[in-house]
T-cell receptor
Framework: NAGVTQTPKFQVLKTGQSMTLQCAQDMNHEYMSWYRQDPGMGLRLIHYSVGAGITDQGEVPNGYNVSRSTTEDFPLRLLSAAPSQTSVYFC???????????FGQGTRLTVV | GQQLNQSPQSMFIQEGEDVSMNCTSSSIFNTWLWYKQDPGEGPVLLIALYKAGELTSNGRLTAQFGITRKDSFLNISASIPSDVGIYFCAGQSYNNNDMRFGAGTRLTVKP
């Protein structure tokens, strides 16, 4: 049982580059979300989705795009990476609501 | 915005000791959760609380949802080395899909 799978685990980008962080879950969860974790700040919600075709902004959405074409996948796109986006990114899914989420192992992103 | 203040920031304890950490907010939450994060891993849910005043246990862990809905605490009894990690509180308010996290309590257990 894979749960929530994130790829890649590590990534280094140059300022201005774009990339997509992948997230897939095999639990048939309707809710999926993306968080970033910075030292001393806990996790902050970037975007979330309550089901295929539906997305919404969280606390820190600027600089990130998402889409949800299937129940299983919820990719996070950085259109033009900035050093301020250096962080550890976590994808999560849950059966009902955004609470009681199952988290992936994270993607450590460095923007130079 | 809603802010969660989690304390202490870090704790260094001896194996076998009890641990207590708490989380407070200036806003009301209808759900409080406690997560644990091991190095290089994502957070794992420990306890979820849904009612003001609710006291819930999960093995050696006990958590309570404060009566005012603005606070929660987590207790760990008889700590063991595998309790090492970062513990996060999280809260969610009514009609809001935005779950807020505290900054975490880093727990170190000395054998």
């Amino acid at each position: 049982n894979a749960g929530v799978t994130q790829t890649p685990k590590f990534q280094v980008l140059k300022t201005g580059q774009s990339m997509t962080l992948q997230c897939a879950q095999d639990m048939n969860h309707e809710y999926m979300s993306w968080y970033r974790q910075d030292p001393g700040m806990g996790l902050r919600l970037i975007h979330y989705s309550v089901g295929a075709g539906i997305t919404d902004q969280g606390e820190v959405p600027n600089g990130y795009n998402v889409s949800r074409s299937t129940t299983e996948d919820f990719p996070l796109r950085l259109l033009s990476a900035a050093p301020s986006q250096t962080s550890v990114y976590f994808c999560a899914s849950s059966y009902e609501g955004i609470t009681e989420a199952f988290f992936g192992q994270g993607t450590r992103l460095t923007v130079v | 915005g809603q802010q969660l203040n989690q304390s202490p920031q870090s704790m260094f304890i001896q194996e076998g000791e009890d641990v207590s950490m708490n989380c407070t907010s200036s806003s009301i939450f209808n759900t409080w959760l406690w997560y644990k994060q091991d190095p290089g891993e994502g957070p794992v849910l420990l306890i979820a609380l849904y009612k003001a005043g609710e006291l819930t246990s999960n093995g050696r862990l006990t958590a309570q949802f404060g009566i005012t809905r603005k606070d929660s605490f987590l207790n760990i009894s008889a700590s063991i080395p595998s309790d090492v990690g970062i513990y996060f509180c999280a809260g969610q308010s009514y009609n809001n899909n935005d779950m807020r996290f505290g900054a975490g309590t880093r727990l170190t257990v000395k054998p």
